[in-house]
């Protein structure tokens, strides 16, 4: 007998040291609410005085409690619930008036199957939720920036488009020039810090998931799965997902928690499917569910999903802001008008990052480049070539088809092809596409000179540019020598 009462007053003390050695508050009641026990760490939290703590009448201790919460009204009503129904688990957040926020969570306390009281405990959470907002605050400035300077671009862009025929017509495409390197520029410079933050964002993110498993006090076992999972979100590649995918797999999930007895909203499938899982990798997700806090963890999981993929989006904006910014710069680069060596292939790459907005709906642009040799030219005449053809194309097929652009040296020329398989030229008009002033295009579309320009610019470089047309094959072609000198 006395070893057995040796191990119990062992077993007590282990009890006593785990309880003081934890980083919640924790409060023992019985099933009426009187006070039966607490640790340290609850006092310390709720800065109650010793005059309060070592009265033996609780009301006082209760009342100080009470006067430092925000909502003490809410506090006492909770705690009357739970005293109406012994079983109830319970998990909320308390606001104080000093700023301070607790995450408190009550479960019964039992004896052999009796339900003898109530263990509450209390979790000062306000330095991680501070955390949180700040992230949150951060990331809503940046989509907001990035939001501000694509919509200063896109603007800058329209202008452009709209005044490039009259420059074009009066031979002021310099101003163009400096014009678009003085957009590209007031862009660079805020885009490099936005790129810049969202990077350093993504890596505490990436980094923080620990943290987050202890925030959510589970169980080892759980903490792994968790763990596992918020890997599996980090390592899903966003952009590889089409939104026909996403819905499938949006409700294949949403079957298959119904299957395992989760009578969830579709909005958590559609939110699962949005951060990479599907009915075939889900099990981590229906471990947690399985938790009598499984709701809560999967919201904070959703959380955590969902902000990385907003951090993924801006990521993949800046980058697509930056590549249209260099772009711009090689488009109106600084020699305009001079005669340098230029790269065909990389200038017509260029043109088509420039018309990406126009392409990117339902056309697919195939190219089938040959190694070609430095051409001496007026490179931005031709990438104005590069723009027309292309631009006509697009026209023709109402934004669905195809193009293949084709570049080739034969016998000392350079061959370059755009094929599109739109409805193709009227025969009736073929003989009139070089006309100056003739369009098939709506008043306010184009007035008939692009062509006529794309023309002259071509012979100037001792070139020619020809074309076939039939129902579903438009081509045309440029010839431009290698070795030829340029004419004014």
């Known amino acids: 007998m006395k070893y057995k009462i040796l191990s119990h007053v062992e077993s007590f003390s282990l009890l006593l040291a785990t309880l003081e050695s934890t980083a919640d508050g924790i409060l023992v009641v019985d099933n009426t609410g009187k006070i039966l026990g607490y640790n340290k760490r609850f006092i310390d939290l709720w800065h109650i005085p010793p005059e309060v703590e070592q009265q033996e009448n609780d009301e006082p201790a209760l009342n100080y409690v009470l006067s430092q919460l925000i909502d003490p009204v809410s506090f006492v009503e909770k705690v009357k619930e739970l005293y109406k129904d012994l079983t109830k688990e319970s998990f909320d957040t308390l606001l104080f008036k000093d700023g301070r926020i607790f995450e408190r969570y009550s479960i019964p306390q039992q004896i052999e199957g009796k ?40 603007t800058a862009l329209d202008t452009l488009k709209q005044n490039q025929l009259q420059l074009i017509q009066s031979e002021k495409m310099a101003s163009l020039g400096q014009l678009i390197t003085g957009i590209a520029h007031e862009v660079n410079t805020p885009l490099g810090a936005i790129i810049a933050g969202i990077g350093e964002i993504e890596k505490y993110y990436s980094s923080s998931t620990q943290v987050d498993v202890e925030f959510l006090n589970l169980a080892e ?30 409700k294949l999930i949403s079957e298959k928690l119904v299957a395992n007895g989760f009578d969830l909203s579709s909005t958590l499938s559609k939110d699962l499917a949005s951060m990479g899982f599907t009915d075939q990798n889900m099990d981590g997700v229906l471990s947690i569910l399985k ?16 902000n990385y993929l907003h951090i993924k989006n801006i990521k993949v904006a800046g980058s697509r802001i930056s590549s249209l910014v260099s772009a711009l710069r090689s488009y109106s680069r600084a020699d305009a008008g001079t005669i340098t060596e230029t790269d065909i292939c990389n200038d017509i790459d260029t043109t088509i990052t420039i018309l990406h907005n126009k392409l990117k ?3 697919n642009v195939i190219t089938n480049y040959q190694p070609l040799p430095k051409f001496l030219c007026r490179a931005e005449q031709l990438i104005q070539v590069w723009t027309n053809i292309l631009n006509n194309a697009i026209y023709s097929m109402k934004g669905n088809g195809q193009i293949i652009i084709t570049t080739s040296l034969q016998e000392n020329n350079i061959i370059v092809e755009f094929e599109d398989n739109g409805p193709g030229i009227s025969p009736e008009l073929i003989p009139r596409i070089f006309e100056p002033y003739f369009t098939t295009k709506p008043r306010g579309e184009g007035i008939g000179i692009g062509l006529t320009i794309c023309q002259k610019i071509i012979k100037t470089h001792n070139g020619q540019i020809t074309f076939t047309s039939r129902p579903g094959a438009t081509c045309f072609k440029i010839t431009l020598p290698v070795i030829a000198s340029v004419t004014t």
């Open 115 to 154: 339900i003898v009281g109530r263990v509450w405990s209390f979790r000062d959470v306000t330095e991680k939720v501070k955390a949180i907002r700040q992230l949150e605050q951060y990331k809503e400035n940046l989509e907001h920036l990035v939001n501000e300077r694509t919509q200063e671009l896109v």
């Open 221 to 250: 076992s759980e903490k792994t799965i968790y763990h596992d999972l918020c890997t599996q979100i980090l390592s899903f590649n966003y952009a590889g997902q089409s939104t026909k995918e996403r819905r499938s797999a949006a």
């Open 291 to 306: 938790n009598p806090n499984g709701n809560y963890v999967i919201e904070f999981l959703k959380q955590f999903g969902i």
């Open 361 to 363: 709906y339902g056309i």
